[in-house]
Nanobody, 114 residues
């Protein structure tokens, strides 16, 4: 069993920044990819960003140029640096680890509002 614990969410004004962290209970090298998803009220969960074990990254069009995903294998942690935040970025953000099965964290709330 794998535990993923997200942190770093909160309330931020439009244009502000936040950094989310996802700490895994075992080596993230064992996963094919680490991903961040988000789910806004009344909407489906969507992929925000992903980073593979080889370091390749992919981003949703809506966050390109504003968000950066990174991984620290030594700390078994994945980060999502979010800048130039917009009200439409408000959602619960979930960490996902992809292997033969998917593992999910409990989510962290991000609210962008003035």
């Amino acid at each position: 069993q794998v535990q993923l614990v997200e942190s770093g969410g909160g309330l931020v004004q439009p244009g502000g920044s936040l950094r989310l962290s996802c700490a895994a209970s075992r080596s993230i090298d064992s996963f094919y990819a680490m991903k961040w998803y988000r789910q806004a009220p009344g909407k489906q969960r969507e992929l925000v960003a992903a980073v593979t074990s080889g370091g390749s990254t992919v981003y949703a069009d809506s966050v390109k140029g504003r968000f950066t995903i990174s991984r620290d294998n030594a700390k078994n942690t994945v980060y999502l640096q979010m800048s130039s935040l917009k009200p439409e970025d408000t959602a619960v953000y979930y960490c996902n680890a992809e292997a033969l099965r998917n593992y999910w964290g409990q989510g962290t709330q991000v609210t962008v509002s003035s």
